[in-house]
């Protein structure tokens, strides 16, 4: 069907539907992957485009209970996302909890990779029933569905569920070391290029493993017809145009910058509206709260938990704690020291289960947020205008911690990069608190952050950045 750019941007309105063109999602089957492209399925649904979510059927459903924002159970909105569920494997035991996060990486990626026939099986029947199918596929998807290859209508987009700022860096990084650049010849490059010159490696932040299921991925990347991100010009315009030009020189086609992907409204009327933790935010002051949240796949060991819980009490401050029910590095349940819970009830909230995220950095009273720097929560926060205390853990949150340290300067370092392997003490988590939530640098990082996360919000309105952007894939999609 053609499309034009006037038509898209009245989209959702004119009552047409486009269905000889549908659009499957392929997520990896973690939940930051997981949750982006269910954001992505609403905003493309919103073109009137059919949406397929594949994947499999427990990952689904938990995607569906941890989305912020909206609720794909409950939403009429967007009837256009049918759910693809695929059985897991008799071998994988959904319900068997792992402390080692190694062993749960790897039991993942394998997993991941069982996908592969039942994907294309679908595909097959799909392709038969319409002109074209569009595949976005997970970066860490591409073995998945390389048999596209001998589809004839069958199109697909690399979705990189990562920041700009760290897929440039390591794209950079690999044309060095292939290039065997002359120091001083690197670091000019890195300037141009507005790289910093001291980042966390690769072999720190990822497991041997993980790096060997990437250089799996890049060998398929040959179907590619595009690439698409999770962010928006306004916050890494530098490192788009960085990417745009590597994306050139390798032959990967095209790019969009299409978030944030996430909400940039809060649903009030929504049932998360109802959660304790809301309802206790609307009786504080401006400002005046910290979010406390590692993500869902982070662990902590006992000793870093008394610290952390020692130091949010000493500082004064205000907070909610998300401590989800998972094991600790040890493989202990999470224990918070006996009586701290009544100790600090008049100044902090602890949720030992699903938290509505979004809302709650959303919510005026929030006025910054302790995080793991998984880019899901990044561009949550900035889209909120909610200043980071940054606590990297593994993968690009490192990377992600350095962008909004460094190059944003919105946020501080709780935990250095450098030190991982140190126990973050109560003097540490104390002062970085107090820094962030009741200093005058403090003060200025949420300035900044707000300024930011005004300009992301005005990216997605009709004939903005990001609004043609994303006008601009579905119209490249669509096309004749």
């Known amino acids: 069907m053609a499309t034009n750019a006037t038509s898209l941007a009245n989209h959702g309105q004119n009552g047409t539907k486009q269905e000889d063109v549908v659009m499957v999602m392929v997520p990896f089957p973690a939940q930051g992957h997981l949750n ?56 994988y035991n959904v319900r068997s909890p792992c402390s080692n996060m190694s062993k749960v990486i790897a039991s993942t990626l394998d997993l991941s990779l069982t996908l592969r026939e039942p994907l294309i099986a679908f595909l097959n029947e799909l392709s038969t029933t319409t002109s074209r199918v569009v595949i976005v596929y997970d970066s860490l998807m591409a073995f998945v569905v390389q048999d596209i290859v001998s589809m004839p209508n069958v199109e697909a ?20 070391n292939f290039l065997h650049l002359p120091t001083f010849l690197g670091k000019f490059a890195r300037e141009l290029l507005k790289i910093p010159q001291e980042l966390p490696s690769l072999g720190s932040s990822f497991t041997h493993e993980f790096l060997d299921f990437i250089s799996m991925q890049d060998k398929h990347h040959n179907i590619c017809s595009g690439n698409l991100f999770d962010t928006c010009k306004v916050v890494e315009g530098p490192y788009l145009q960085i990417l745009a030009k590597l994306h050139r020189l390798l032959r990967r086609g095209n790019q969009w910058a299409l978030g944030p992907f996430n909400p940039i409204k809060i649903q009030k009327d929504s049932k998360d509206h109802c959660h304790k933790c809301l309802r206790w935010l609307d009786k504080q002051k401006p400002n005046s709260v910290l979010l406390v949240s590692f993500g869902t796949t982070s662990s902590l060991s006992s000793d870093q938990i008394k610290e952390l819980a020692m130091g949010l009490e000493k500082s004064d401050q205000k907070f909610i704690w998300v401590v989800r029910d998972a094991l600790l590095e040890e493989g202990e349940k999470v224990k918070i020291p006996n009586g701290y819970e009544e100790t600090i009830q008049e100044r902090g909230i602890i949720i030992k289960d699903w938290a509505p995220q979004f809302e709650i950095l959303g919510h005026s009273s929030t006025g ?32 992600n911690a350095v962008l909004v340290t460094n190059v944003l300067k919105i946020g501080i370092v709780v935990k250095d990069w450098e030190h991982r392997d140190d126990l973050v003490t109560s003097t540490i988590v104390e002062n970085c608190v107090r820094k962030l939530m009741n200093s005058p640098e403090g003060d200025e990082m949420r300035m900044r952050a707000m300024e930011l996360g005004k300009k992301v919000r005005e990216s997605m309105m009709d004939g903005a950045v990001s609004r043609m952007e994303m006008d601009s894939f579905i119209a490249h999609g669509t096309r004749d």
């Open 36 to 91: 982006q492209l269910l954001h992505l399925s609403r905003l493309v649904s919103s073109y009137n485009l059919q949406v397929h979510y594949v994947g499999f059927n427990a990952f689904i459903r938990q995607a569906k209970l941890r989305i912020h924002g909206w609720d794909p159970v409950t939403d009429t909105t967007h009837p256009n996302i049918l759910f693809k569920e695929i059985h897991l494997p008799s071998s």
């Open 157 to 176: 987009y690399c979705f990189h569920a990562v920041s700009a700022f760290t897929t440039s860096s390591i794209i950079w990084e690999g044309i060095e």
């Open 368 to 399: 910054g947020f302790m995080s793991h720097c998984g880019w899901n929560s990044c561009m949550e926060s900035i889209t909120m205008g909610v200043p980071i205390a940054s606590w990297p853990m593994s993968f690009d949150q490192p990377r």
